[in-house]
T-cell receptor, first 113, second 113 residues
Framework: DSGVTQTPKHLITATGQRVTLRCSPR?????VYWYQQSLDQGLQFLIH???????AKGNILERFSAQQFPDLHSELNLSSLELGDSALYFC????????????FGNGTRLTVT | DQQVKQNSPSLSVQEGRISILNCDYT??????FLWYKKYPAEGPTFLIS?????DKNEDGRFTVFLNKSAKHLSLHIVPSQPGDSAVYFC????????????FGTGTRLKVLA
């Protein structure tokens, strides 16, 4: 158990809809990262938050947004969903801003129909 | 632009033998590298890391080698065990303030009993 909690585990929704994925980092971790893994592909970096502030952005679509709250949990919002957004979404946390090990949650599997 | 590449999508090795997983990177600013293992329906789990000031790091059956001039790293697993069967991802980052970890596409290792 990595200590990183992601909810929900599975999400099935229709095109055009909006969903929110939630991540609770390990106790004490200040950094939260979001990754997308499409079918049998690598982990695509989406965004990194540290102590409530956005610190790095990857190939995140404009339809996607994220935030980290004062209690350090994070949410990834996906809107105007398309079939191609179907993927596993992973959250990872680490204790520092940089140069540290990432601890991953078990992911949220999103299916857009 | 795939900055971190794992050119072998899959690898099969006999139990007890050595498994060698390879990873190439293109960004010369990368100076911290990690290997993760992923089982189905779980998040990636950290295995071992190496910083660019070293060329080798060992942890039990796992050894990572870094060749900076070739921009290449490899993970050696000796001896390989059936429980090592999983997808292995390498990841790279730069301490120049980019605050993100770039992952390769993964290599599926199958250890045959």
């Amino acid at each position: 158990d990595s200590g990183v909690t992601q909810t929900p585990k599975h999400l099935i929704t229709a095109t055009g809809q909006r969903v929110t994925l939630r991540c609770s980092p390990r106790s004490g971790d200040l950094s939260v990262y979001w990754y997308q893994q499409s079918l049998d592909q690598g982990l695509q970096f989406l965004i990194h938050y540290y102590n409530g502030e956005e610190r790095a952005k990857g190939n995140i679509l404009e339809r996607f947004s994220a935030q980290q709250f004062p209690d350090l949990h994070s949410e990834l919002n996906l809107s105007s969903l398309e079939l191609g957004d179907s993927a596993l979404y992973f959250c990872a946390s680490s204790s520092s801003l940089w140069g540290d090990t990432l601890h991953f949650g078990n992911g949220t599997r999103l299916t857009v129909t | 632009d795939q900055q971190v590449k794992q050119n072998s999508p899959s690898l099969s090795v006999q139990e007890g033998r050595i498994s060698i997983l390879n990873c190439d990177y293109t960004n010369s600013m990368f100076d911290y590298f990690l290997w993760y293992k992923k089982y189905p329906a779980e998040g990636p789990t950290f295995l071992i890391s190496i910083s660019s000031i070293k060329d080798k790091n060992e942890d039990g059956r796992f050894t990572v080698f870094l060749n900076k001039s070739a921009k290449h790293l490899s993970l050696h697993i000796v001896p390989s065990q059936p429980g090592d069967s999983a997808v292995y991802f390498c990841a790279a980052s730069a301490t120049s303030g980019t605050y993100k970890y770039i992952f390769g596409t993964g290599t599926r290792l199958k250890v045959l009993a």
